[in-house]
């Protein structure tokens, strides 16, 4: 069983790495869905199944959809690639791979000589736990949550205006096209 | 009846007064309010000659308290006027002298500008004579700030052109430096003996400094820098020359006959303090002679008329600080007078000749005038005659003469001394005549335009006669002028071992050297003109010329070695260099924020590039 | 049963897929794929907790995973309706082209 979360742990940081590195927003889309249902298998295997199913459901399902559809929505194609590798040029990875290193590097240190020992996925927490405690002490957290998630909507729906009428997003009264 | 003293100063300082806040309606009237206050003094100073010579006072000196000028601690100088034989003298001459040159001036100057001009001369002369009557060196000073103020406006009264401007500036300053010189001079002698009277302070220092003490060193030195300052003798003589930029008869006041002579006074009324010193006594006769004979040379190469006299006048002055540096105080007195006769008429004579070829100050370009002016020409005459020192009928052969016998047989004169004089009284002749020669005889290349009036011709012979026989107060065996001297100067020195006649022998001597000048300025610059042009085209003779010409190089050694550097550090520090410091905190502030702006790209990655780095940095920071 | 892993290592998964996110963030361009190297960096963080609460046996890592959930929701719907409005406005979706704060 812990070959298991060894290989997903490859699978999750092999898919990540694609994503990143795509020049097709599609592609890219389809690699963090796989890195997602990869990590959602590590947390089977860390004895957390509820939230493996809600990574599964709600992160790979609804919020890469909504990726998708904007994706769509912006119609981004093959021009889209190409200037994606016009962007991308080697060089541009010099220093923000040295800023992603030097910080892996201090946080591999962190995690490795620090305290934490301990093994994890011995027990399995289920979802009768997880919902004794969300419904009891962190009661206040769900109330939160959902105010949040109105907040969204409302946003959501405001944002996702056109610019006929009221005027668009934040800054009404600025016509659009402010010299870049 | 000397309780009019008083009035002597009074009178121009109320001409000033009258011509400064009313003027502007009087017009041509104001050269008669001009001439008239000085007139007026004249006669003041006239009077109470009179009154002087009948009646003397106790101790023939005679103070007169206006009133108290300041009182600061134990220092309380008055306005207060000493009349004794010394400043009898000089007041004579100054208002006499004045007041002539007043009366020419009425017709000299022109209409418009007569309110100005009388109210500087006016002021001047007035300032002139607090100078000579001052009780004590406070009044003194002011008396010498006031004459070096109204040069400096009188110089550079036609202000439009600005050379007059700087030639102006340039007189200050120069003697500015003197008399800085003056006043630390001032400051030690207080400082030292708590009183600025002049009497009790020479009373005092005789009585308290040794002879050729440190003290009396400095004080004389000092003092002696002032009156270089001001009667242009080495180092400072440069502005004189320049100074001829003024009107001529502003030449002939102050540059001639009085303000030069101003530190020829000062070391004859402190002469205590020099005899106390006796190297700087012995420096101010070495100064004088080094002078004339500097002078001279140069005089002999100018072209322009009134250049030569003012060199000529750097030479004489130098013949009194001569005279006051071999103990000779009543020679140098007597010279000062004479020289006031001839020179003030050399320079309004000149003055006659200038305007009358509408300003043309080039002899070589005047010529043949002795048919065209002859009054002026006659008048000339005499005043060149007077400094030439031409024999027995010049009041100028009798006041040189005496110097020079003087720098010989006194007890701490020398035979250079005597030698340079002599050479100079040469060089005096050739430049002199040379000067006649070129401006009133040979081949005429101007016409004259303008012949002058009374008022001009008047003064002119009044000098003329004064030139002439105003020697007769001071002939050997007629010792008029240093017997009334006596009561106010220390007596002559002789050397031991002189011979009886001794003297005669100098005399002829000194008498054979103005002749022969006069008869080799003849040949030079009357047979044959050519004879000079080819001696000044020669290589020796031109680099001599040029280096004559300008007067020794003095002026480019000063110009390049105290006016440039200054004016470069003036120019330099003119971004007001300790402000730097704030205006550089200021700019460096503004360049940090400059620097720190450029992080503010606008690019949404670079700023999460900046909150990874900070990341990295608090991890480093917060774990061990 | 459960073959037990280190902690540690769960931990380091974690911080590999962050630093990826990071990266990611700072390379491209493109805002759409901006927005999803953030959601990669959200998860690796959600990716900590869960191991956190793994380790101790306590369901309080997985809540904390829930909340953060929701909040990732709110944030890409959000995210995602700037992007449409600023492509709108922009007609591009270069980021660099929103620089207009600079200075």
Same mark, same amino acid.
């Given at each position: 069983?812990?070959?298991?979360?060894?290989?997903?742990?490859?699978?999750?940081?092999?898919?990540?790495?694609?994503?990143?590195?795509?020049?097709?927003?599609?592609?890219?889309?389809?690699?963090?869905?796989?890195?997602?249902?990869?990590?959602?298998?590590?947390?089977?295997?860390?004895?957390?199944?509820?939230?493996?199913?809600?990574?599964?459901?709600?992160?790979?399902?609804?919020?890469?959809?909504?990726?998708?559809?904007?994706?769509?929505?912006?119609?981004?194609?093959?021009?889209?690639?190409?200037?994606?590798?016009?962007?991308?040029?080697?060089?541009?990875?010099?220093?923000?791979?040295?800023?992603?290193?030097?910080?892996?590097?201090?946080?591999?240190?962190?995690?490795?000589?620090?305290?934490?020992?301990?093994?994890?996925?011995?027990?399995?927490?289920?979802?009768?736990?997880?919902?004794?405690?969300?419904?009891?002490?962190?009661?206040?957290?769900?109330?939160?949550?959902?105010?949040?998630?109105?907040?969204?909507?409302?946003?959501?729906?405001?944002?996702?205006?056109?610019?006929?009428?009221?005027?668009?997003?934040?800054?009404?009264?600025?016509?659009?096209?402010?010299?870049? | 009846?000397?309780?009019?003293?008083?009035?002597?100063?009074?009178?121009p300082f109320a001409g000033f007064a009258a011509l400064a806040l009313g003027g502007r309606r009087l017009g041509r009237r104001a050269a008669v309010v001009g001439a008239g206050s000085v007139?007026?003094?004249?006669?003041?100073?006239?009077?109470?000659?009179?009154?002087?010579?009948?009646?003397?006072?106790?101790?023939?000196?005679?103070?007169?308290?206006?009133?108290?000028?300041?009182?600061?601690?134990?220092?309380?100088?008055?306005?207060?006027?000493?009349?004794?034989?010394?400043?009898?003298?000089?007041?004579?001459?100054?208002?006499?002298?004045?007041?002539?040159?007043h009366?020419?001036s009425g017709?000299?100057m022109s209409a418009g500008e007569g309110r100005r001009f009388f109210a500087y001369m006016n002021l001047?002369?007035g300032?002139?004579?607090?100078?000579?009557?001052?009780?004590?060196?406070?009044?003194?000073?002011?008396?010498?700030?006031?004459?070096?103020?109204?040069?400096?406006l009188?110089?550079?009264f036609?202000?439009?052109?600005?050379?007059?401007?700087?030639?102006?500036?340039?007189?200050?300053?120069?003697?500015?430096?003197?008399?800085?010189?003056?006043?630390?001079?001032?400051?030690?002698?207080?400082?030292?003996?708590?009183?600025?009277?002049?009497?009790?302070?020479?009373?005092?220092?005789?009585?308290?400094?040794?002879?050729?003490?440190?003290?009396?060193?400095?004080?004389?030195?000092?003092?002696?820098?002032?009156?270089?300052?001001?009667?242009?003798?080495?180092?400072?003589?440069?502005?004189?020359?320049?100074?001829?930029?003024?009107?001529?008869?502003?030449?002939?006041?102050?540059?001639?006959?009085?303000?030069?002579?101003?530190?020829?006074?000062?070391?004859?009324?402190?002469?205590?303090?020099?005899?106390?010193?006796?190297?700087?006594?012995?420096?101010?006769?070495?100064?004088?002679?080094?002078?004339?004979?500097?002078?001279?040379?140069?005089?002999?190469?100018?072209?322009?008329?009134?250049?030569?006299?003012?060199?000529?006048?750097?030479?004489?002055?130098?013949?009194?600080?001569?005279?006051?540096?071999?103990?000779?105080?009543?020679?140098?007195?007597?010279?000062?007078?004479?020289?006031?006769?001839?020179?003030?008429?050399?320079?309004?004579?000149?003055?006659?000749?200038?305007?009358?070829?509408?300003?043309?100050?080039?002899?070589?370009?005047?010529?043949?005038?002795?048919?065209?002016?002859?009054?002026?020409?006659?008048?000339?005459?005499?005043?060149?005659?007077?400094?030439?020192?031409?024999?027995?009928?010049?009041?100028?052969?009798?006041?040189?003469?005496?110097?020079?016998?003087?720098?010989?047989?006194?007890?701490?004169?020398?035979?250079?001394?005597?030698?340079?004089?002599?050479?100079?009284?040469?060089?005096?002749?050739?430049?002199?005549?040379?000067?006649?020669?070129?401006?009133?005889?040979?081949?005429?290349?101007?016409?004259?335009?303008?012949?002058?009036?009374?008022?001009?011709?008047?003064?002119?012979?009044?000098?003329?006669?004064?030139?002439?026989?105003?020697?007769?107060?001071?002939?050997?065996?007629?010792?008029?002028?240093?017997?009334?001297?006596?009561?106010?100067?220390?007596?002559?020195?002789?050397?031991?071992?002189?011979?009886?006649?001794?003297?005669?022998?100098?005399?002829?001597?000194?008498?054979?050297?103005?002749?022969?000048?006069?008869?080799?300025?003849?040949?030079?610059?009357?047979?044959?003109?050519?004879?000079?042009?080819?001696?000044?085209?020669?290589?020796?003779?031109?680099?001599?010329?040029?280096?004559?010409?300008?007067?020794?190089?003095?002026?480019?050694?000063?110009?390049?070695?105290?006016?440039?550097?200054?004016?470069?550090?003036?120019?330099?520090?003119?971004?007001?260099?300790?402000?730097?410091?704030?205006?550089?905190?200021?700019?460096?502030?503004?360049?940090?924020?400059?620097?720190?702006?450029?992080?503010?790209?606008?690019?949404?990655?670079?700023?999460?590039?900046?909150?990874?780095?900070?990341?990295?940095?608090?991890?480093?920071?917060?774990?061990? | 049963?459960?073959?037990?892993?280190?902690?540690?290592?769960?931990?380091?998964?974690?911080?590999?897929? &962050? @630093? $990826?996110?990071? +990266?990611? %963030?700072? =390379?491209?361009?493109?805002?759409?794929?901006? /927005?999803?190297?953030?959601?990669?960096?959200?998860?690796?963080?959600?990716?900590?907790?869960?191991?956190?609460?793994?380790?101790?046996?306590?369901?309080?890592?997985?809540?904390?995973?829930? &909340? @953060? $959930?929701?909040? +990732?929701? %709110?944030? =890409?719907?959000?995210?995602?309706?700037?992007? /449409?409005?600023?492509?709108?406005?922009?007609?591009?979706?270069?980021?660099?082209?929103?620089?207009?704060?600079?200075?």
């Open positions: 069983m812990g070959v298991t979360f060894y290989i997903s742990a490859a699978v999750a940081v092999a898919a990540t790495f694609a994503v990143i590195t795509r020049y097709n927003a599609v592609h890219a889309l389809l690699y963090l869905i796989v890195s997602l249902l990869a990590v959602s298998l590590v947390f089977f295997t860390l004895g957390a199944p509820f939230v493996a199913a809600l990574e599964a459901i709600i992160y790979a399902g609804a919020i890469m959809v909504l990726f998708i559809f904007v994706i769509m929505i912006l119609n981004l194609g093959p021009q889209a690639a190409r200037l994606e590798r016009a962007w991308l040029k080697p060089g541009m990875w010099l220093g923000p791979s040295a800023l992603a290193l030097i910080l892996a590097g201090e946080l591999a240190y962190i995690i490795v000589s620090g305290g934490g020992r301990g093994s994890a996925g011995e027990a399995v927490v289920g979802a009768r736990q997880v919902g004794i405690a969300l419904f009891g002490p962190y009661l206040i957290g769900v109330e939160l949550a959902s105010m949040l998630l109105l907040a969204g909507l409302v946003g959501a729906y405001h944002l996702g205006r056109r610019c006929e009428g009221n005027g668009g997003p934040a800054g009404s009264g600025r016509s659009g096209g402010q010299a870049p | 009846m000397l309780r009019l003293l008083f009035l002597i100063p009074f009178f007139g007026l003094s004249a006669l003041a100073t006239l009077v109470l000659s009179a009154a002087f010579l009948i009646s003397p006072p106790r101790g023939y000196a005679y103070t007169q308290t206006l009133w108290t000028w300041m009182k600061v601690g134990g220092f309380a100088p008055g306005i207060s006027l000493y009349l004794d034989a010394l400043s009898l003298v000089m007041v004579l001459v100054i208002s006499i002298v004045s007041f002539l040159i009366v020419y017709s000299f001047f002369v300032f002139m004579l607090t100078l000579v009557l001052a009780d004590n060196l406070v009044l003194l000073y002011l008396g010498w700030e006031g004459v070096g103020l109204c040069s400096y009188l110089i550079g036609w202000y439009k052109d600005a050379a007059n401007g700087r030639a102006a500036r340039k007189a200050f300053i120069v003697t500015r430096v003197g008399d800085t010189s003056m006043a630390i001079g001032l400051f030690l002698l207080f400082a030292r003996l708590g009183t600025l009277d002049i009497q009790e302070l020479l009373r005092l220092a005789s009585a308290h400094w040794q002879a050729g003490s440190g003290l009396a060193v400095a004080a004389a030195l000092l003092l002696l820098g002032g009156a270089l300052g001001k009667s242009a003798q080495l180092p400072l003589q440069t502005w004189l020359p320049d100074a001829m930029a003024g009107p001529t008869p502003v030449s002939a006041l102050i540059h001639a006959a009085t303000m030069v002579t101003a530190g020829v006074y000062l070391i004859a009324r402190t002469n205590v303090l020099f005899s106390l010193a006796p190297h700087v006594r012995l420096l101010v006769a070495v100064i004088g002679a080094v002078t004339l004979l500097l002078a001279g040379f140069s005089a002999l190469v100018q072209r322009d008329i009134k250049r030569v006299l003012a060199y000529s006048t750097i030479s004489q002055v130098g013949y009194m600080f001569l005279a006051l540096g071999v103990g000779a105080w009543s020679a140098a007195i007597f010279h000062f007078m004479t020289h006031a006769f001839f020179k003030a008429l050399l320079f309004l004579a000149a003055g006659v000749v200038i305007k009358s070829l509408a300003d043309e100050h080039d002899m070589f370009r005047m010529g043949g005038l002795r048919k065209q002016l002859p009054l002026a020409f006659w008048t000339f005459l005499a005043g060149a005659a007077s400094l030439s020192a031409l024999p027995l009928i010049t009041a100028g052969f009798y006041s040189k003469d005496l110097i020079l016998w003087d720098a010989w047989s006194s007890a701490s004169g020398s035979g250079w001394l005597w030698a340079a004089g002599l050479a100079g009284a040469f060089l005096t002749s050739i430049y002199t005549f040379r000067m006649v020669f070129l401006t009133f005889f040979g081949r005429a290349r101007a016409r004259a335009g303008s012949l002058p009036g009374f008022s001009i011709k008047a003064p002119l012979v009044a000098l003329a006669a004064l030139s002439l026989a105003g020697g007769f107060v001071e002939a050997p065996g007629v010792p008029l002028l240093s017997r009334f001297l006596h009561h106010a100067l220390p007596p002559f020195k002789q050397a031991a071992g002189i011979g009886a006649g001794a003297q005669l022998v100098f005399e002829v001597i000194a008498a054979a050297a103005s002749l022969a000048g006069i008869y080799l300025a003849y040949q030079l610059f009357l047979r044959r003109p050519a004879g000079a042009g080819a001696l000044a085209a020669s290589s020796a003779g031109g680099l001599l010329h040029r280096w004559w010409f300008s007067g020794w190089g003095f002026d480019w050694f000063y110009d390049h070695g105290f006016v440039l550097p200054y004016s470069w550090l003036a120019r330099a520090g003119r971004s007001d260099l300790p402000d730097l410091a704030f205006t550089g905190a200021a700019r460096l502030a503004a360049a940090a924020g400059r620097l720190l702006g450029r992080t503010q790209t606008g690019r949404t990655r670079w700023y999460a590039a900046g909150i990874a780095a900070g990341a990295i940095i608090i991890l480093l920071l917060t774990v061990n | 049963m459960m073959a037990a892993v280190p902690a540690n290592y769960g931990l380091l998964l974690a911080a590999a897929l &962050f @630093i $990826l996110g990071l +990266a990611g %963030v700072l =390379v491209r361009r493109n805002v759409i794929f901006i /927005l999803l190297s953030i959601e990669i960096m959200v998860n690796a963080s959600g990716l900590a907790f869960v191991v956190g609460g793994s380790r101790w046996r306590q369901p309080d890592g997985q809540l904390m995973f829930i &909340f @953060i $959930l929701a909040m +990732a929701a %709110v944030e =890409v719907s959000l995210g995602l309706a700037l992007v /449409l409005q600023l492509y709108h406005h922009l007609k591009s979706l270069d980021i660099d082209r929103a620089s207009s704060m600079r200075g």
